[in-house]
């Protein structure tokens, strides 16, 4: 099968603490996880990717299924059809690899939910995750891979575990990529809703997929040991593998110059380090995703860094370096489009568009970012 595009994806990343309880660090061993995302796209076949890109050991899989969902744990009868790679039901993921199944007869439409299930036998080690799903993955200990109902999970996760995306048959090869951080990611939206910047997006602009590939406290310039790579390391797997991608949406730079204000009172361990980055040196980093994208043949649309007045982050010394950047990303002509969204967001957040820590966005500040693009510029 030829011409895929990609329906759904998510950054993979390391095993770590993250911002919430996972299974990451542990693994699985005789486990069986169910996983539910929602297609931007549909088709009339599909094939799941994942991935053991941070595994330290080949990743066996004993089974693979996917199913319409039918809400929490379970699917829909009838739907459930196992997955192959090479023709085999069973199979292993080398340590620090990507792979995609077969491809399998299974009719979607856009914004159908899907229902990945993963039976491992064997201990898997530290799982390859995203860390911040917004979503509610289910776990039961034994093989339930084929269940329709879901009596046996019990156990739940707001992360993702080795998912890397879902793609359909397409003869279009117009996806759009938005690529960043928390702000990209969802953080402050309603869990299990769909209400993060890409899914509302996507909502707009039906008949193209809209790809969320954005990681909680993701950094231009600085890797994390929990956050990921840096963006301009992460951005060919991320973005310019992707299959039937023409346009990358870039929203980052945030953590690069306000991570560094909060050293020494700092809310999460996990940003660590603090490394102070200047406005110069995220300019730089665009530029080379901007340089990448070209190379790929991607249009690159840059976006102005949010507002973040009144949050932790907010000094005169990061406000100073997001004002710099904005103004380079809108006055230096680098990107082939620009979205204003901090002139749309206001210089401060609105309350009702505040999720509370006057930084990330509520549902309805994601519904206005999301109605402030004009997709006559993707």
């Known amino acids: 099968m030829s011409g895929w595009g990609a329906a759904w994806t998510t950054a993979p990343q390391p095993p770590g603490v993250g911002f919430g309880p996972n299974w990451s660090q542990e693994g699985f061993a005789g486990h069986t996880i169910r ?15 994942l991935s053991n890109r941070y595994g330290t050991a080949p990743l066996r899989v004993t089974g693979l299924a996917v199913a319409a969902g039918a809400g929490g744990a379970e699917v829909k009868p009838d739907t459930l059809r196992e997955l192959t790679v090479a023709g085999d039901t069973a199979f292993s993921i080398p340590a620090g690899a990507d792979l995609a199944t077969d491809g399998v007869p299974f009719r979607t439409e856009a914004l159908d939910a899907v229902t990945i299930t993963i039976y491992l036998a064997e201990p898997s080690g530290p799982a390859t995750y995203h860390t911040q799903a917004l979503a509610t993955t289910y776990r039961a200990a034994g093989d339930h891979l084929v269940d329709h109902d879901g009596v046996a999970f019990t156990e739940t996760s707001q992360s993702w575990y080795y998912l890397g995306g879902v793609d359909v048959d397409a003869t279009a090869s117009d996806g759009i990529v938005v690529f960043g951080d928390s702000l990209t990611d969802g953080t402050g939206s309603t ?5 993060r910047f890409p899914d509302l997006l996507g909502r707009r602009l039906v008949g193209r997929a809209v790809l969320n590939q954005g990681v909680g406290g993701n950094r231009v310039t600085v890797d994390s040991v929990w956050l990921g790579e840096r963006a301009t390391v992460r951005f060919q797997r991320d973005v310019l593998d992707l299959p039937g991608v023409s346009t990358v949406l870039i929203l980052a730079g945030i953590n690069d110059i306000s991570i ?9 361990p996990q940003f660590a380090p603090y490394t102070e980055v200047s406005a110069q040196q995220v300019i730089a980093g ?30 005169m010394r990061s406000e100073a370096k997001r004002a710099e950047l904005n103004a380079w990303i809108l006055e230096s002509g680098e990107y082939d489009a620009v979205i204003d969204l901090a002139r749309a967001m206001g210089d401060v957040l609105d309350p009702a568009h505040d999720s509370g820590d006057h930084l990330h966005l509520s ?11 004009d997709l006559s510029l993707l």
Request: proline share 4%.
């Open 35 to 49: 996983q539910t995302v929602r297609l931007g796209i549909g088709g009339d076949t599909l094939r799941v990717r």
């Open 191 to 195: 869990p299990d809703t769909d209400h």
């Open 260 to 268: 560094s204000e909060v050293a020494e009172n700092s809310p999460f």
């Open 286 to 315: 665009h530029r080379d995703l901007i340089r990448q994208a070209r190379a790929a043949g991607l249009r690159v649309v840059g976006a102005t860094l949010l507002p973040m007045r009144g949050s932790a982050f907010s000094t």
């Open 363 to 373: 549902d309805a500040g994601y519904r206005a970012m999301a109605a402030a693009v």
